[in-house]
């Protein structure tokens, strides 16, 4: 069983910045795929933003377009943790913001950016960015 728990969100002025964390915590996997989703009042949930690592080897965090480069994904091994700094925040970007985690298959964007790759989710953050 894998409990994931977000944290960070919050009101934010346009421009502004937040960091929202993910904790993890049950059984922990040396091979996992850990992204974030958002949504919006009567829209779907999109991805955002993934990393994973397999074993040793870890690989290249992957952005949706409307977020690269104003978001940045990493991860804190010894807190079993990863975090989302946002940056230049739009209102564009306002939603609940969920952390997903599943083990690891394949790097490859259309699959980490596939809710179906996720077997767990957390009970989400909700953002708002004001005009």
């Known amino acids: 069983q894998v409990q994931l728990v977000e944290s960070g969100g919050g009101l934010v002025q346009a421009g502004g910045s937040l960091r929202l964390s993910c904790a993890a915590s049950?059984?922990?996997?040396?091979?996992?795929?850990m992204g974030w989703f958002r949504q919006g009042p009567g829209k779907e949930r999109d991805f955002v933003a993934a990393?994973?690592?397999?074993?040793?080897?870890?690989?290249?965090?992957y952005y949706v377009d409307s977020v690269n480069g104003r978001f940045t994904l990493s991860r804190d091994n010894a807190k079993n943790t990863i975090h989302l700094q946002m940056n230049s925040l739009k209102p564009e970007d306002t939603a609940v913001y969920y952390c997903?985690?599943?083990?690891?298959?394949?790097?490859?964007?259309?699959?980490?950016?596939?809710?179906?790759?996720?077997?767990?989710w957390g009970p989400g953050t909700q953002v708002t960015v004001s005009s």
């Open positions: 997903a985690a599943g083990v690891f298959k394949s790097p490859l964007l259309s699959r980490q950016s596939s809710r179906a790759s996720y077997d767990y």
């Open positions: 990393i994973s690592w397999n074993g040793g080897i870890a690989y290249n965090p």
């Open positions: 049950g059984r922990t996997f040396s091979s996992a795929t």
